[in-house]
């Protein structure tokens, strides 16, 4: 692809996703391909808005919520290796101010929908003008997650069989369900302990409940997929709460382990599990965080705000196919 700037500047804009069967686990670190598939659901009104312009001379200039961060900053190091994919005589640097409307690195996924942002604000910039699923694949090699982020709605990123990678990106799952709703229980948007990247590395070279995991995760990929086009509620949220739990469960048993809960995690499954003891359809999909996000149907807003307003905890809902 051309990387001449054909414009003064390019923009994107991205949603953050969440995993419904999730990605954990690289089989080739440098192109970021997984051990196994994923599909996610993308959330509107939270993710990324991202401008870049190129730059004559110099250093990346890196800006993040209005702040310029040091070229040693991991977040701006991280950026700026993958834009050495993008580099020409023509462009030899570039400016990025990129503005999250989700606090950076707190389990809401804010590397997902800055990568697609990114590679949106690149497409615009030299005018490549390519499918989403070439965007998905060049999002992938920024972080992996960030493959489904080019998509609204529900998407399916698929692990590919090829060495090289070219049949690993997302696509999105044709599906308009406006009851479908997701809850955000925030228990603590600090910065994780450990990043995503690492922790997985660390999980499939030290945890022996991780062998079972991507013949798991390829089955619930697929039980998760046929629900959603059947617009099955049931079969989706049992299946990515389970998959959510059995993730976690190679988490806390890798070494050192990487227990990402708080106990207020653990208390608000507990009001979950409740809820569905008194016949209210809720389930919980977690990532690498202590946060719960809460899969559940438009009709129930009610009855869950109220059980978690009985424990001090405020519930914010996204309808993410609302009109
Ligand atoms: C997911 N997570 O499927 C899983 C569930 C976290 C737990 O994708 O190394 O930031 O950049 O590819 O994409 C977070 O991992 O990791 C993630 P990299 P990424 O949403």
């Keep these: 692809q051309p990387l001449t700037p054909n414009s003064p500047q390019g923009l994107g804009s991205a949603p953050v996703n969440i995993a419904l069967s999730k990605y954990w686990g690289k089989r080739?670190?440098?192109?970021?391909?997984?051990?196994?598939?994923?599909?996610?659901?993308?959330?509107?009104?939270?993710?990324?808005?991202?401008?870049?312009?190129?730059?004559?001379?110099?250093?990346?200039?890196?800006?993040?919520?209005?702040e310029q961060?040091?070229?040693?900053?991991?977040?701006?190091?991280?950026?700026?290796?993958?834009?050495?994919y993008f580099r020409s005589d023509a462009c030899p640097a570039f400016t990025v101010e990129t503005v999250n409307s989700v606090p950076t690195a707190a389990g809401l996924a804010s590397s997902a929908?800055?990568?697609?942002?990114?590679?949106?604000?690149?497409?615009?910039?030299?005018?490549?003008?390519?499918p989403k699923t070439d965007l998905s694949l060049l999002a992938r090699f920024g972080s992996g997650s960030a493959s489904r982020s080019l998509f609204d709605g529900f998407a399916l990123w698929h692990r590919g069989e090829q060495e090289d990678g070219?049949?690993?990106?997302?696509?999105?799952?044709d599906s308009h369900w406006p009851e479908f709703c997701i809850g955000l229980v925030k228990v603590d948007t600090k910065e994780k302990a450990v990043g995503s990247t690492v922790?997985?590395?660390?999980?499939?070279?030290?945890?022996?409940?991780?062998?079972?995991?991507?013949?798991?995760?390829?089955?619930?990929?697929?039980?998760?997929?046929?629900?959603?086009?059947?617009q099955n509620f049931g079969t989706l949220g049992k299946t990515a709460?389970?998959?959510?739990?059995?993730?976690?469960?190679?988490?806390?048993?890798?070494?050192?382990?990487?227990?990402y809960w708080q106990p207020e995690s653990v208390a608000a499954m507990q009001i979950v599990?409740?809820?569905?003891?008194?016949?209210?359809?809720?389930?919980?999909?977690?990532?690498?965080?202590?946060?719960?996000?809460?899969?559940?149907?438009?009709?129930?807003?009610?009855?869950?705000?109220?059980?978690?307003?009985?424990?001090?905890?405020?519930?914010?809902?996204?309808?993410p196919f609302a009109e």
């Design 241 to 259: 709460e389970h998959n959510a739990l059995s993730m976690h469960a190679t988490m806390i048993a890798t070494w050192p382990p990487i227990v």
């Design 166 to 173: 070219m049949d690993s990106f997302a696509e999105a799952l």
């Design 69 to 84: 961060l040091g070229a040693d900053v991991t977040f701006a190091k991280r950026l700026s290796l993958f834009l050495d």
């Design 273 to 319: 599990w409740q809820l569905r003891e008194q016949g209210t359809e809720v389930y919980f999909t977690m990532d690498a965080g202590p946060n719960l996000k809460l899969i559940m149907q438009a009709k129930d807003q009610d009855k869950v705000r109220n059980a978690f307003a009985e424990h001090g905890t405020q519930v914010d809902f996204i309808l």
């Design 199 to 230: 922790g997985m590395q660390q999980t499939v070279e030290t945890c022996d409940l991780y062998k079972s995991w991507p013949e798991q995760a390829e089955r619930n990929l697929q039980t998760i997929s046929q629900a959603i086009i059947e």
């Design 28 to 66: 080739d670190k440098v192109l970021n391909l997984p051990i196994n598939g994923s599909v996610s659901i993308s959330l509107p009104g939270l993710g990324t808005e991202t401008v870049l312009k190129p730059l004559q001379t110099g250093q990346d200039k890196i800006v993040l919520n209005g």
């Design 113 to 130: 929908s800055g990568y697609a942002a990114l590679v949106l604000a690149l497409d615009d910039l030299f005018g490549w003008q390519l």
